[in-house]
């Protein structure tokens, strides 16, 4: 299962992108065909723009013990996103705190499959910039 998420965070931070409406979106897709036959996309997604510094929460319903996967992207403006995954209890589930604009969460969620993801928007040379998420299942 890690490769898998290797493997989407690798290629998409290799892929060029062309500066244009729509590049939140585009990373998107160009995720979705990096995970076929490997993860289905969940149906939960999100997208917004935040100010250099600024966080967003996101309350997700996952199924209990289920392998996920949560991809991040940014625009063109962006050069750090951090996404982290946080169980009803507070705990880390996983995080990715690294110097790059497409954070790649893999954890399972626990009993209770509500989980918190912080949004944080640490380079943005343009502001505001635009992010998304996507969500997917191991097969």
């Not at 962006?78 to 705990?91: H, I, P």
């Amino acid at each position: 299962m890690i490769t898998i998420a290797l493997t989407i965070a690798a290629l998409l931070a290799t892929e060029p992108v062309p500066a244009q409406d729509g590049v939140v979106r585009q990373q998107l897709a160009e995720a979705d065909q990096l995970v076929v036959g490997k993860a289905n996309g969940t149906g939960i997604q999100g997208f917004g723009d935040l100010n250099e510094g600024d966080q967003a929460n996101v309350t997700l319903s996952l199924r209990p013990g289920r392998q996920y996967f949560i991809v991040g992207v940014c625009d063109e403006d962006c050069s750090d996103l951090d996404l982290t995954a946080s169980n009803s209890s507070g705990s880390t589930l996983d995080s990715d705190l690294e110097m790059d604009d497409v954070p790649l969460l893999t954890f399972a969620a626990d009993v209770t499959g509500r989980v918190t993801l912080n949004i944080s928007m640490e380079g943005c040379g343009v502001e505001p910039c635009g992010y998304g998420y996507r969500v997917y299942v191991a097969n």
